[in-house]
């Protein structure tokens, strides 16, 4: 129950339960399309957003190389300039 409260952040343990069923359906879909077609997706995103191409990929870079690895990255700028 401490981790959950701890995930859960303000909102306690319930707020750790939704952040359980967050990071579940980020697995899900990362496991059914692959890593880089989530990227391709959120990359696309942001640019329906209205972020400018060099905005994305500095958003992108800014992800830490531990949940972004460097190869994602350089086929997400591959992807915005193609």
């Given at each position: 129950?401490?981790?959950?409260?701890?995930?859960?952040?303000?909102?306690?343990?319930?707020?750790?339960?939704?952040?359980?069923g967050v990071m579940?359906?980020?697995?899900?879909?990362?496991?059914?399309?692959?890593?880089?077609?989530?990227?391709?997706?959120?990359?696309?995103?942001?640019?329906?957003?209205?972020?400018?191409?060099?905005?994305?990929?500095?958003?992108?870079?800014?992800?830490?190389?531990i949940i972004l690895?460097?190869?994602?990255?350089?086929?997400?700028?591959?992807?915005?300039?193609?």
């Amino acid at each position: 129950t401490v981790a959950l409260a701890t995930l859960g952040g303000p909102w306690g343990i319930l707020g750790g339960i939704a952040a359980l069923g967050v990071m579940t359906l980020i697995a899900n879909a990362i496991a059914q399309f692959g890593i880089d077609a989530v990227a391709k997706a959120v990359v696309d995103g942001l640019l329906k957003n209205g972020m400018s191409q060099q905005q994305v990929i500095d958003q992108i870079y800014g992800v830490p190389g531990i949940i972004l690895s460097k190869r994602i990255k350089e086929k997400c700028k591959g992807y915005i300039y193609r």
